[in-house]
């Protein structure tokens, strides 16, 4: 299982040549994210992060059960899960 968080870029800047973001993630802070994986990002986007990565823009708006980390996953009984 994976941990990210949602947060809104507010500020890009580069670092050494590789491009960065601040993202406001609400109570997690503000923190810094590579922006290498999703180059697309601008201020004001809502993105997921991971590990110091920004990994996508997502729409702010979307509705939650239409995402696929909202989907569940089934396992075939044998799984022993």
Do not use: N, W
């Amino acid at each position: 299982m994976c941990l990210g968080t949602t947060g809104v870029v507010t500020q890009i800047y580069d670092d050494d040549g590789v491009a960065m973001a601040l993202v406001d993630a609400g109570t997690a802070g503000v923190v810094p994210a590579c922006l290498l994986t999703c180059a697309e990002a601008v201020v004001g986007d809502t993105v997921l992060v991971h590990s110091g990565y920004v990994l996508q823009v997502v729409d702010a708006e979307a509705d939650p059960s239409q995402e696929p980390a909202a989907r569940k996953e089934t396992r075939p009984a044998s799984a022993g899960f």
